[in-house]
């Protein structure tokens, strides 16, 4: 039996009759962690790691359902022993292994293998089967190192305010926006957030994670002087809207994988585009599959047809899972042909 087949609902493990990161409503659902495609209303009870629980009542609701397991524990459910892994992709991401009858299946959620500072970092879990993501499952996509990548937007942003500017960054208000925040040098100036990153800020302050000191953009008179020092972080529905004239003269950047790609940084009409994902890249993904020890893959959302080909020229049993994964707060301005 597999311990994981795909339903309309979701990701469904029959002998322990619950779901996994479902997009229907279910009775009971495994949450691998908090963004929008992962973690939906509806479901009659949720069970995710410890560290995620903040991140799910705010986004949510304070009043669902919510049982949480420590990174590591053990919890035996009709059979199946359960438990949480560390994902490295947001605050309380995590992978879920399953046990049944001496077979042991991961499935990973999102991941990334480059520890950040603002969540547990990514842990390898040997298993005989691993359900994993391919959001960037393309050989084009390489990540620079994350030093680099503030080391430029402290440069942009230094540059900015010594020519009078605003600079706003658009970031996803949930893991972006706070990994963005960890890695900045905050001695440059004032930081202002959207109405929609500072409640993420708050969880993940009282999770224990340093942030620098933010203040809510709207509590600042439109034309301030601060205005032309600080740097802005902004969800990407902020851009065009009426929200930016606050700010005035202003230069615009976009962080996020996609902005490898040249065409999507057009699409995306901004000044600069800093290349900074919360997923594995194409030798991220390789690597923790290899870590794994899986003869047998399960790929998901993403380049799945790219990757299940790549690994199955190495000799492994890969196959694609068909989700409704996708379209989280890292969804593309359009999605980049293969």
């Keep these: 039996m597999d311990l994981v087949i795909a339903r309309p609902e979701g990701l469904y493990c029959p002998p322990g009759d619950f779901y996994i990161d479902p997009w229907r409503p279910v009775e009971r659902a495994v949450i691998t962690h908090g963004h929008g495609d992962h973690a939906r209303t509806g479901n009659g009870h949720y069970l995710c790691a410890a560290p995620g629980a903040g991140i799910l009542r705010s986004r949510l609701g304070q009043d669902i359902d919510l049982q949480t397991l420590p990174y590591g524990e053990r919890l035996v459910h009709h059979g199946v022993t359960l438990s949480f892994h560390p994902a490295g992709h947001v605050l309380g991401s995590a992978q879920v292994r399953l046990e049944y009858e001496g077979e042991v299946w991961v499935a990973s959620g999102d991941y990334k293998v480059e520890p950040d500072g603002t969540c547990a970092p990514f842990e390898p879990v040997r298993c005989h089967t691993f359900i994993t993501e391919s959001t960037f499952g ?36 949930f893991g972006k926006a706070q990994r963005i925040l960890h890695g900045l040098d905050a001695s440059l100036g004032p930081i202002l957030v959207h109405g929609a990153v500072e409640p993420l800020n708050r969880v993940y302050r ?7 000191e933010t203040r809510y953009a709207g509590d ?4 301030d002087p601060l205005m ?14 009426s929200w930016m004239r606050r700010f005035g003269d202003y230069s615009d950047a976009f962080a996020s994988g996609w ?17 900074l994902s919360d997923h594995a ?25 790219v990757l299940v080909r790549y690994l199955c020229e190495q000799g492994l049993d890969a196959r694609a899972f068909v989700t409704e994964y996708g379209d989280e707060d890292d969804a593309p301005a359009a999605e980049p042909a293969p």
């Design 259 to 275: 902005m490898l790609l040249r065409g999507t940084r057009r699409r995306r009409g901004v000044d600069r585009g800093f290349v």
């Design 220 to 223: 600042i008179p439109r034309n």
């Design 138 to 173: 393309l050989p084009i996509y390489r990540w620079p190192s994350q030093a680099e990548v503030f080391a430029d937007i402290n440069a942009w942003w230094r540059s900015n305010r010594d020519q009078g500017k605003a600079s706003v960054l658009f970031c996803y208000a």
């Design 281 to 305: 890249d194409w030798p991220g993904l390789l690597w923790a599959i290899g870590q794994t020890g899986a003869e047998r893959v399960m790929v998901t959302h993403g380049s799945v047809g």
């Design 206 to 212: 009282e999770a224990g994670i340093a942030l620098p």
């Design 228 to 241: 032309r020092q600080a740097l802005v972080l902004a969800p990407p529905s902020a851009g065009g809207s």
